[in-house]
């Protein structure tokens, strides 16, 4: 049940607009956190008001407009897809359309149909993910390669920790292999930060990396953002010279 608390007098101040909820039998605690986050969001208020399918749409959203990600007729992959907000940008973002689909997304989760946007359902982690998602590429190079994916959190940080930086080094092995030159690659991160080989891995790889903490990230998330610009193009002979 949704409850909003009166000021004195009856007068609504502008605390006493937000909306609290009351536990429910059977409700965990967690769940009514949640849940009154969610209600209180003022991204969630929007991206329903924009037919956007999640609050993430606008974080890549920030992140483009500083960092100038997208553009029109460039091809982009989304890991971990679901569901759908960072698609959707893209798909617009870069004039994707049914006939002439530029965007490929994947998830393990099913998701809605999105205009412009070839849409896998597989888990990104299996052998055989990366070679479904160039297929559908056409085997064509991408030029962006994004991915909001996280592991459900065990509250063990080292673990989160360690489970994150695998999905990050999956990503960028894969972003490697597809992106074309000057390609640009970005994923989610936490708090603690990326190893440094693996940052040590992109620096060798892209021509600059930065960090971003969007606006619409919320202050108490841990999450922050990756972002690799101007792929080298140049892996193999990279990876070769550090073997030597």
Do not use: C
């Not at 997208?70 to 359309?97: E, H, K, N, Y």
Request: proline share 4%; net charge positive; no cysteine.
């Amino acid at each position: 049940m949704v409850d909003k608390a009166l000021g004195s007098g009856g007068r609504k101040s502008d605390k006493d607009l937000k909306i609290r909820v009351k536990s429910a039998k059977g409700r965990k605690v967690s769940s009514t956190i949640w849940l009154e986050r969610q209600l209180n969001d003022p991204y969630v208020a929007r991206a329903r008001a924009e037919g956007l399918r999640s609050r993430a749409a606008f974080k890549i959203r920030e992140m483009d407009e500083k960092h100038k990600l997208f553009r029109r007729g460039m091809r982009v992959v989304d890991l971990g897809a679901a569901p759908g907000g960072w698609s959707q940008i893209a798909a617009t973002a870069t004039g994707s359309t049914e006939k002439n689909p530029l965007v490929v997304g994947i998830d393990y989760l099913e998701m809605d149909p999105i205009p412009g946007v070839t849409l896998l359902q597989k888990d990104f982690t299996d052998d055989d993910a990366p070679a479904m998602l160039i297929e559908a590429m056409g085997g064509k190079k991408a030029d962006l390669v994004m991915s909001d994916m996280a592991w459900p959190t065990t509250g063990h940080r080292p673990t989160d920790h360690l489970r994150i930086v695998h999905l990050i080094e999956v990503a960028a092995d894969f972003a490697l292999d597809v992106l074309a030159p000057n390609g640009s690659f970005v994923a989610k991160v936490f708090q603690g930060g990326t190893e440094h080989q693996l940052l040590a891995m992109l620096k060798r790889h892209f021509r600059s990396t930065h960090h971003a903490k969007p606006r619409s990230s919320r202050a108490d998330s841990a999450e922050a953002y990756l972002i690799a610009k101007g792929f080298k193009g140049q892996r193999e002979s990279a990876d070769e010279d550090e073997e030597q």
